[in-house]
């Protein structure tokens, strides 16, 4: 009885450990990978994260200029980020959002050839 008298006491006059969530949220801790954005007009479709991707949820068609993400399969490991050579990927400051539906990134670029085709014209 003393002791949780003490403990309650002690709980009364120190700060609470914990937080009024949704109205005190956490802040971010270093190197949260939120979530994973492409900057398509940077891409050139070398299809690296898709090699690299440990999940296979990246679809990069380099003729057609498309990069597809099934975000419902991404880890969030951030490899394809490291190694994406134009650094057009990278992982946002914010958590994707609760979805109750399969969620596919789809993105439409101007693959390489077509770009080279228009810059010589
Ligand atoms: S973060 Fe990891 S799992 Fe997600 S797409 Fe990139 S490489 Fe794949
Ligand atoms: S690694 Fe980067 S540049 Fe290469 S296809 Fe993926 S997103 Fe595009």
């Not at 994973?36 to 299809?47: A, G, P, T, W």
């Not at 419902?72 to 994406?84: H, L, N």
């Amino acid at each position: 009885m003393f002791n949780m008298t003490k403990n309650v006491v002690a709980n009364l006059l120190t700060k609470s450990s914990t937080r009024l969530y949704p109205f005190a949220v956490r802040g971010h801790f270093e190197g949260f990978r939120g979530t994973l954005v492409n900057n398509i007009d940077e891409c050139i479709f070398c299809r690296s994260c898709m090699i690299k991707c440990p999940s296979q949820c990246i679809t990069v068609d380099n003729k057609v200029g498309t990069w597809t993400c099934d975000a419902m399969a991404c880890v969030y490991c951030g490899i394809c980020v490291d190694v994406c050579p134009t650094n057009c990927l990278s992982m946002t400051k914010e958590h994707r959002p609760v979805s109750t539906e399969h969620e596919t990134i789809s993105l439409q670029g101007v693959p390489k050839k077509k770009k080279k085709e228009a810059a010589a014209e």
